[in-house]
Structures are given as C-alpha cells and as structure tokens.
C-alpha cells in the first residue's frame, strides 16, 4: 500500500500548490472553449463527468493524506505531553476519549483559565475537584 499513500501525497502536493489551481482554471477554459464547438449540454455532460470522477477520486485521497497529518500532530503533541513536567497523563491520546469526555476536560480547562496566571494543569485541577466531592 506504499504506492496509495505516495499517491495521496502527491495528490495533496499538487491540489494545494499553484499548478493545482491552473489546472482548475484550465478544465474551466476548455469546458467554455468547448461550448460552441460540441453546444453546451454536451460540453457540461463532459465536463461534469470529468469534474464528478475527479473530486470522487481526491475526496479519498485528500482524506487519506488529513488522516495521516493529524495523526502525525496527533503524535507530536502526545511526545510533548508525556515529556512536560507538570502535564497531564489525561490529555495524552485524548482524540481516542468520548466526546462526553473531551466536553468535560474542555470546560475544566475553561475553569483553570478564569483563574488567571499560575493556574495548574488540567490533573492539578481534577485531583482538587475530587478532594472537594470526597470532603462535601
């Protein structure tokens, strides 16, 4: 499957740079070249096929490629996490988490923040919040 993700690669290189958007721009001139030469409900239905195996082809491709860089990020922030002092355990591979959980982690990291400078981290702020269940 190395041949797919050097495909996917490619993909995203070419979509995202200059040539992707003259190609763009090109399949647009030959589509209104075309309309007097071949009329225009032949030129569109030409057209249109090419644009609809196209964009099907690079949805996946593209998706690939996202789902690769974010995972990759995904990997750095993880080895930054698990290397800071003060970080919490908690938030290392937090995209595998419920959404319940991650709503829940997001709204004490909005208490830490109304604190001010000098809050805690996110564990800091969660063994206080149990102290406090387990003293009320």
Partial sequence: MKWLEYLSQ???D???SHWGTLAAIGIIAVWLVSIPLL???RAWGLVDKVIFAT???LLFLLQRSQTKATLSIQLKLNELLASAHRASPQ???IEDKS???VRELHDRFQEIQ???P???SIGDTVASAEENEGSG
Avoid: D, R, Y
């Fill in 99 to 101: 959404e319940e959980e």
């Fill in 14 to 16: 070419f979509v995202s």
């Fill in 55 to 57: 964009s099907f082809l």
């Fill in 10 to 12: 490619k993909a995203t």
């Fill in 118 to 120: 000098g809050s805690h």
């Fill in 114 to 116: 109304q604190k001010g």
């Fill in 39 to 41: 009329g225009a409900s």
């Fill in 91 to 93: 938030m290392i591979n």
